[in-house]
């Protein structure tokens, strides 16, 4: 019953920028972190970015630092990402995840999303 819609992907241009979008039906993300995985072909899928949901602290995978920004809208029950800057090598498959712990090495996910393709051309 609990449903994590991502939309914003798309193909763009390096340097250019998008915002993801996840609107979660369901349930409420008040008391919930909330977090951005993406995974490339071939490749194992990572944390990007997550967000607290008392404090609202956040925090970013080296590769995005400065140039991605989580953020939350409670009363919309949505969660962001802002990419700036973007490059090539963030070309992946970005999911939205609800109720995220542990430690960004080994996080643990309660929900996802289906994902949304990014595509950044060089």
């Known amino acids: 019953q609990v449903q994590l819609v991502e939309s914003g992907g798309g193909l763009v241009q390096a340097g250019d920028s998008l915002r993801l979008s996840c609107a979660v039906a369901?349930?409420?993300?008040?008391?919930?972190?909330m977090g951005w995985f993406r995974q490339a072909p071939g490749k194992e899928r990572e944390i990007v970015a997550s967000i607290g949901w008392s404090t609202f602290a956040t925090y970013y995978a080296d590769s995005v630092k400065g140039r991605f920004t989580i953020s939350r809208d409670n009363a919309k029950n949505t969660v962001y990402l802002q990419m700036n800057s973007l490059k090539p090598e963030d070309t992946a498959v970005y999911y939205c995840?609800?109720?995220?712990?542990?430690?960004?090495?080994?996080?643990?996910?309660?929900?996802w999303g289906q994902g949304t393709q990014v595509t950044v051309s060089s």
């Open positions: 369901g349930r409420t993300i008040r008391r919930s972190a």
């Open positions: 995840a609800a109720d995220v712990s542990g430690p960004a090495s080994r996080p643990e996910v309660g929900s």
